[in-house]
């Protein structure tokens, strides 16, 4: 697996196409096709994405086997730790160890950025990705509901990880 930054608009545009097929694959059996349509057009689409590193400060990593794009990590540095806005992974890739690579890599830019923790939001349905986090030495510290419009709520736990 190799993995780099997202640089350029063909990357992007691939990005955008991994997050939504990643999406309607892994999701539907946590939420609704509809909220899926709206939390893809919202997060991870095109538009969503591009804004997302030109005005928010984002940094994408994208893992690459051959050509293929086969998952991705988002992360934004903030005041006091590094948000770990998304890691995913297409569903042939999952369980081969290419989620703990990246989210080394998230470890990596955190400490190059001079942060010490790592926090992320997870549906508290999925129960999944909790277990994962929660193996790799993330704990939760706070449960929220986010409106996030069209009558759609964002039922996550926050965890975060300390890095030493």
């Known amino acids: 697996m190799e993995i780099c930054v997202c640089e350029n608009e063909q ?4 990005l955008a196409e991994t997050a939504k097929e990643i999406w309607n694959e ?5 939420i609704t096709q509809e909220q899926i349509d709206y ?5 991870q689409s095109y538009p969503a994405l591009k ?3 030109n005005e928010e400060h984002y940094t994408y990593f994208l893992a690459y086997e051959g050509k293929e794009l086969i998952g991705f990590c ?13 890691l995913y992974l297409k569903k042939a890739y999952r369980g081969k160890g290419y989620a703990s690579t990246l989210l080394k890599q998230a470890i990596a830019f ?3 950025s001079k942060l010490n923790k790592i926090y992320l939001t997870c549906n508290k349905f999925n129960t999944h990705s909790l ?5 790799k030495g993330f704990y939760e510290i706070d449960a ?3 409106d996030i419009g069209h009558g759609f709520i964002m039922d996550d736990y926050i965890l975060q990880l300390d890095i030493a």
């Open 11 to 14: 990357q992007l545009i691939q």
């Open 26 to 30: 892994y999701f539907i059996s946590i």
């Open 39 to 43: 939390m893809v057009e919202k997060f």
């Open 51 to 53: 804004k997302a590193i």
């Open 74 to 86: 988002g992360v934004k540095p903030e005041k006091e730790r590094l948000f770990l806005s998304k």
């Open 110 to 112: 955190a400490k190059e």
């Open 131 to 135: 277990d994962v986090y929660k193996k």
């Open 144 to 146: 929220v509901q986010t």
